[in-house]
């Protein structure tokens, strides 16, 4: 692209680095702001360098935090021995929206994942080992996603935690709510059937 | 969406204000920039801050500018006589792409729509029809997009142009190079066989 404009030129190649953009949306987004007040150009170029600059992850559960421990794990309220083990903020965001969870929770920060060269050692799990050990953990659930990479992630930190005697759990596989059984996978409905839980359970988590 | 960072809130939300970008994809472009490196987000903080504060519009065509008077029009080697008429920048790095026009542009900076409340007024009319009365005009090339509302905003300044004297014209509707003539619109098609031209002229132009 030939600009008229080389601050046009500079704008449009630095926000075509951002993942999903590209040069043309990347012009129209620098093109929507120069009809926009400056007060908004301001107020996002601020917004972004005080995120990079202000944001630190909590000490004890390595989630995005303002402070140096998160509002969750400084909460008197949630129960601290019950650790929930998820991949990143956005799970824990939307655990917390269902209002289902009262524990706490360890944000790995990704899973294991070879191809991407994400191996333990990228994680937080030795941390979580040092909690599970240093702490009164009753129980440790994890949440990862379902795919090939989580199970593995789920499987190698397992496999860690066994030695030390402390209850594991995994969220529930299975038929979403609302979901039609004639188009459910059939990995998935097998694998509903096998984990098929007493008729009381079902009614009382309702 | 309940975050655990007011800064990542506050920068999410200023994220989503961009056209076509939600709060899910505001949230994934602000975890993206956390895992680069400091030096990204300043580098585009300071992109968009310095191009809302410096880009100009260009005294003689109002093209976006660095500069007073912009790269084109300070140019001796373009013909200043010819004038294209165009809707924004785009359309003139388009035109510019193409490698065959020589003259100056003059950028109307929007079309007559009066459902988004644009105009005459708002527009850059006024001051081509000054620059015609001032300047030797030999040929206004109308080259807006083939739409009902540029046509209107063709036809508006055309009227005020033909007292003027000068000589005005529009870039050619067809079919377009490369396209099956089967599966060309019949408006289109219809047209393009009132325009038919001379074939030396279409030889020649090839």
Redesign the interface.
Known sequence: ????????E??V???S?????GKR?A????????KQP?Q????????????????VF?STCH????TEL???CASQKRNKSLVCVVE???D??AI??TGQFNGVYHVLGGIISPMDGIGPQDLTIQSLLDKVKREEISEIIFALSATMEADTTNFYIYKLLTPLGVKTSTIARGIPVGDDLEFTDEVTLGRSILARVPFETSISKS
């Not at 692209?1 to 046009?8: E, N, R, V």
């Not at 680095?17 to 953009?21: E, F, S």
């Not at 996002?44 to 005080?50: F, L, P, Q, V, Y």
Request: charged share 20%; with cysteine.
């Open positions: 692209m030939d600009f008229s404009s080389k601050l046009l500079n704008a190649q630095e926000i680095q951002l993942p999903g953009i949306t012009l129209r987004l620098a093109l929507h702001l120069l400056l908004q150009s301001q107020a996002i170029s601020k917004a972004i360098t005080e995120l990079r600059e202000g944001v909590c989630n995005l935090s303002d998160c509002e969750i990143d903020i956005r824990v965001m917390e929206n």
